[in-house]
């Protein structure tokens, strides 16, 4: 069974500029959470898909967006990239819901901002 | 809000020494999870306890679940050193439907 796949690996961005990050879920788990991790912050949420709607978003501003595809893949988008945005951004996916179920991340997107 | 909050930061062992993580959280858990993130990596799961008071193993690794179901622990036995990384435990957010909070993880180094 295939991992969690994102693309790309890294990405250097300028300030300003947008970025779409994508996430392919393991076959069949139909539920996909993204989270920002950096070393002060730790892993934090932004917001979960499950069946292409998305279920449940964390507190990040409006520049932070994402959805999800009829084959369960994720992309999220950010708009309007400052330094801050710099972090490794990782998807889990789980069958149900990373709440109650193992969840499987990806390798990761190391996103930096210059 | 909802907060998990674990200790310590960071940890400094020589091989075979023991290590333990610990983990709290602000409100009851219906379960937590204990995932290890080595460096350069990504999170990997390790286990997840849902009853009051459960213990399991793996190997050198016990985990714990509080009775109150609102703190746990991770021990690890004679490390070694590929037990590097960072320590993560995990709970279901209780006022959503999709998110896992995450402590800010116990950083392990183990000295040869």
């Known amino acids: 069974k295939a991992g969690v796949t994102q693309t790309p690996r890294y990405l250097i961005k300028t300030r300003g500029q947008q970025v779409t990050l994508s996430c392919s879920p393991i076959?069949?788990?139909?539920?996909v959470s993204w989270y920002q991790q950096t070393p002060g912050q730790g892993l934090q949420f932004l917001f979960e898909y499950f069946s292409e709607t998305q279920r449940n978003k964390g507190n990040f501003p409006g520049r932070f967006s994402g959805r999800q595809f009829s084959n369960s893949r994720s992309e999220m988008n950010v708009s309007t990239l400052e330094l801050g945005d710099s972090a490794l951004y990782l998807c889990?996916?789980?069958?149900?819901?990373?709440?109650?179920?193992?969840?499987?991340f990806g390798q990761g997107t190391r996103l930096t901002v210059v | 809000g909802q907060q998990v909050m674990q200790i310590p930061q960071y940890q400094h062992v020589q091989e075979g020494e023991d290590f333990t993580t610990y983990c709290n959280s602000s409100t009851t858990l219906s379960n937590i999870q204990w995932y290890k993130q080595r460096p350069g990596g990504h999170p990997v799961f390790l286990i997840q306890?849902?009853?009051?008071?459960e213990v399991k193993k793996q190997k050198r690794l016990t985990f714990q679940f509080g009775e109150a179901k609102k703190n746990s622990s991770l021990h690890i036995t004679a490390t070694q050193t590929t037990d590097v990384g960072t320590y993560f435990c995990?709970?279901?957010?209780?006022?959503?439907?999709?998110?896992?909070?995450f402590g800010k993880g116990t950083k392990l180094s183990v000295k040869p």
């Open positions: 306890l849902v009853k009051s008071g």
């Open positions: 889990a996916s789980s069958d149900l819901t990373v709440m109650n179920t193992e969840a499987f």
């Open positions: 076959s069949g788990h139909r539920s």
């Open positions: 995990a709970g279901p957010d209780g006022g959503s439907q999709g998110n896992l909070i």
